[in-house]
């Protein structure tokens, strides 16, 4: 019997239980996988795409909702933005979601903050310990773990638009905005002054 066979196949509910050699092999394991994998998320970064053409918007009713468990069943959803698909960005990512008539949204999960704007259809929100009824053209903000899910009780599809923040990363405090001068429009326009100068103060 190999070391993989009496080290067995762990759950994360099970790491709990591992003995410390295991465990260490695990994350060695498991780090060494993510490099690879962020190896050739930086390297399609590199297209740098800015814009997703209707044409090209395709549903995949295999792809799982991220976070979720591949035993639940996967609901018709649209990739949008994200590093695999060529966009330089680290921080969200955004896809289109529909729920059938009769069914829910990955039965309660948690992940970092999300904006939800509802496309079509009509349906249930539950935030925490909060229900929203929802339909189209409105908007739901999840707070970062925060157990949420959505019901469709209805007749029709509700399909939404989602933005995620992404998996690890950490929410930005004291963001700084700052407007290119030679950008600006109307008279009060000063071309050529330095973006340093429009720093607050006390925040170099």
Not at 30 to 58: D, F, I, P
Not at 95 to 112: R, V
Request: glycine content about 10%; some cysteine.
């Amino acid at each position: 019997m190999t070391e993989h066979d009496q080290q067995g196949d762990y759950s994360q509910s099970d790491y709990s239980q591992m003995e410390a050699r295991h465990l260490f092999r695990q994350r060695a394991e498991l780090v060494q996988r993510l490099g690879k994998v962020e190896e050739e998320l930086n390297e399609r970064r590199r297209q740098g795409r800015h814009v997703v053409k209707k044409t090209e918007q395709a549903w995949d009713r295999s792809m799982s909702i991220i976070g979720m468990r591949p035993k639940i069943s996967h609901h018709p959803i649209c990739l949008l933005v994200s590093p695999e698909l060529g966009f330089n960005v680290h921080n969200f990512h955004a896809f289109f979601l529909e729920i059938p008539p009769g069914s829910s949204d990955g039965a309660y999960h948690m992940h970092g903050e999300a904006i939800k704007y509802y496309l079509g259809g009509r349906g249930i929100e539950i935030i925490g310990d909060e229900r929203y009824e929802v339909e189209a053209g409105d908007v739901a903000f999840i707070p970062a773990f925060t157990w949420h899910g959505t019901q469709n009780p209805g007749p029709e599809p509700l399909r939404f638009l989602a933005v995620v923040q992404g998996m690890g990363t950490s929410v930005q405090k004291n963001p700084v905005f700052l407007i290119r001068e030679d950008m600006r429009e109307g008279p009060e326009a000063r071309v050529g002054r330095g973006l340093e100068e429009e720093l607050p103060e006390g925040s170099q």
